[in-house]
């Protein structure tokens, strides 16, 4: 299936730390932020490090949203895919990585993006 996968490194957060830090501070907001932009959650799955840092995924009808971070470096990765199945959500899928990477405020983002399946277009 078509879709979209955004991928983005965010070094020097800016953010409160609690949101890099704890799962219940990071979690509602991926949810949120998802919902927002339009998207279908159907799972959210995250998990808190010791003493700080968490990983999680929210699952999504149209693919998946996923976030790593290391708070000792104020270091976060980003994973946005969607998928093009019931219609186009490329827009969605940009808006959303921008609210997310506008979020946590990195004083620098690598971002890349890639095509998937586009032998299916």
Known sequence: M???HLIADLYDCQCPLPLIETLTTLEPCMV???KDADMQVVGVRFHQFQPVG???V???AESHVAVHTWPERAYVT??????NHTGDNQ???ECLFEALIQL???KHAERV????GSRFV
């Open 2 to 4: 078509d879709g979209i």
């Open 32 to 34: 949120t932020a998802a």
């Open 54 to 56: 968490v990983t999680g």
């Open 58 to 60: 929210v699952l999504l």
């Open 78 to 83: 980003l994973d946005v895919y969607v998928c």
């Open 91 to 93: 827009s969605k899928a």
């Open 104 to 106: 946590f405020n990195p």
């Open 113 to 116: 993006q890639v095509k998937r």
